[in-house]
């Protein structure tokens, strides 16, 4: 065991503990793998491509919706408009019919005359009025079609974006989770080479503490709370054998002396 450094600071306690490969200075090293995984797990997590996907596939669903709608309003129109013109053949065969018994000369009553010529102009009328109505429809059917041609196209471009995005996310997701294969087995053979107490405990620590369970005492200061530590703290801690398993009291993680630690 590497004796208790002296307090009058001398330079005997840091090369004692530069020379003593303990356990916890590992911990530090296990420790960056696991921060490494994390930042890399909550990367793979929040890649942007996530969100975007997620937006169109409620733009899809609704793109969806809405063609469903224009189909239908063009399938109801279309029905009108067939109704509609076959008003206007009716009429129109009506007329014809009436106007070839006159151009025939088969009226030969004067009131009989009189009464197929109004019916031809009423006719004539009518069918005038139907044919506006005709007109009108098919603008309207015309309309809903554009607009069905109109959303099938942004429903294509939508879906080809989902398929670069896609291919987007697979990319960085793979190149995410190629890393964390790699970085699993180092950390994996780094903690193995712990003790298991110190392990344990440096599991149910980082589980508390947002994934930081060993944090270096760096230039007096907790490098996981990034507060400083008081005089009487240090001199504990000075004081402690170095193998000795010491904790922050602010944060309560595992607080590891390094020769950089300022005592």
């Not at 025939?104 to 009464?115: I, N, R, T, W």
């Not at 554009?146 to 879906?159: V, Y």
Request: glycine content about 4%; aromatic content about 0%; charged content about 30%.
């Amino acid at each position: 065991m590497v004796p208790a450094p002296a307090r009058d600071h001398s330079t005997n306690w840091r090369a004692a503990l530069k020379a003593a490969a303990t356990d916890q200075l590992r911990l530090l090293d296990v420790q960056a793998l696991d921060t490494r995984l994390d930042q890399l797990a909550h990367r793979l997590q929040t890649l942007p491509e996530h969100a975007a996907l997620r937006e169109l596939d409620g733009t899809l669903a609704a793109l969806r919706d809405q063609i469903v709608g224009a189909e239908t309003e063009a399938s109801d129109v279309s029905r009108e408009l067939s109704k509609a013109e076959g008003d206007v053949d009716q009429v129109t065969a009506r007329a014809a019919r009436d106007q070839q018994r006159l151009d025939a000369g088969q009226v030969s009553s004067p009131k009989e005359l009189e009464g197929l010529q109004h019916e031809i102009a009423t006719l004539a009328k009518r069918q005038s009025d139907l044919e506006d109505i005709v007109l009108e429809i098919m603008e309207r059917l015309e309309s809903a079609q554009s607009r069905h041609a109109e959303l099938t196209t942004q429903q294509e471009q939508a879906k080809a974006k989902v398929a670069e995005l896609t291919a987007s996310r697979d990319r960085a997701s793979g190149e995410i989770e190629n890393e964390m294969a790699a970085l699993r087995p180092q950390r994996d053979t780094q903690a193995g080479q712990l003790a298991d107490e110190l392990v344990a405990l440096y599991e149910k620590i980082r589980a508390q503490q947002a994934g930081i369970g060993a944090a270096e005492l760096r230039q007096r200061r907790c490098s996981g709370c990034r507060l400083e530590i008081n005089n009487v703290e240090l001199g504990r801690l000075r004081a402690a054998d170095d193998d000795e398993v010491l904790r922050c009291e602010e944060c309560r993680r595992i607080l590891i002396r390094t020769a950089e630690s300022g005592l």
